[in-house]
């Protein structure tokens, strides 16, 4: 199924999700209101989960076609602290299931692009290399630690990558393999990658996105809070 919310990607401006609430609330107005509604230990997860948080890495699926696979990687981008997912579609919309996402679909940002010159353009913008995930890859995993901002490109399931983005790519990360198989699954090759990525970067995140991204981990953790904000004047 799809996701809730999916963002449009602006190069221009940081990422995070448009906020699910009325725009007449700020960030900071949502937090005087809710936090309080909020048990400390649920305060303090939402502040040590944000904190780790990392805009240097991210993942471009190149039309995925997977509901499963794409749900996978959304959960292994959370579990290793990535911000934001871009999708570039094809004939299909982005899909995700709840059952193999684990909720993880309400904290991962995911921005789509209309084509992968789009998404290249964005991406170089923000100052993210491509890197393309592909059984030939000059790089190492481990390479990928050391690249200061990298943006990892997964291929369809069934062509890969398309032209458009190898073109743009400036590497390309294979993962050793000493068995018989020649290929990974899709989300398996994510997960690997995206664990090697990560290893000892710390959380970089603007303070306006930690602000933002704790309004909305309040909003989410409040029950009805809807409701409360509506019975409040916006702030």
């Not at 990392?54 to 995925?64: C, E, I, K, M, N």
């Not at 995930?133 to 995993?141: E, F």
């Amino acid at each position: 199924m799809k996701r809730d919310t999916e963002g449009v990607f602006d190069p221009g401006a940081e990422q995070t999700t448009p906020r699910p609430w009325d725009p007449a609330w700020t960030d900071e107005g949502v937090i005087a209101a809710l936090e309080p509604l909020v048990l400390e230990r649920r305060r303090v997860r939402l502040r040590e989960v944000i904190a780790a948080r990392l805009g240097a890495v991210t993942v471009l699926l190149d039309a995925p076609h997977d509901p499963h696979n794409g749900s996978a990687i959304l959960r292994s981008c959370d579990a290793f602290g990535v911000q934001a997912l871009h999708v570039t579609p094809r004939e299909e919309a982005f899909l995700a299931s709840r059952a193999v996402a684990q909720g993880t679909e309400r904290w991962v940002d995911v921005f789509t692009h209309a084509s992968p010159e789009a998404a290249a353009r964005a991406l170089a913008a923000t100052g993210h290399a491509l890197v393309i995930a592909d059984a030939g890859g000059a790089l190492l995993p481990e390479d990928l630690a050391r690249l200061e901002r990298v943006a990892l490109v997964l291929g369809n399931e069934h062509e890969g990558v398309r032209p458009e983005l190898r073109a743009a790519a400036t590497a390309s990360v294979r993962v050793p393999m000493r068995g018989f198989v020649e290929s990974l699954n899709l989300s398996v090759t994510a997960g690997i990658l995206l664990a090697a990525a990560t290893r000892g970067r710390a959380g970089d995140l603007s303070p306006a996105q930690r602000r933002a991204l704790y309004a909305r981990g309040l909003h989410r953790t409040v029950p009805r809070a809807e409701d409360v904000l509506a019975a409040l004047p916006p702030r």
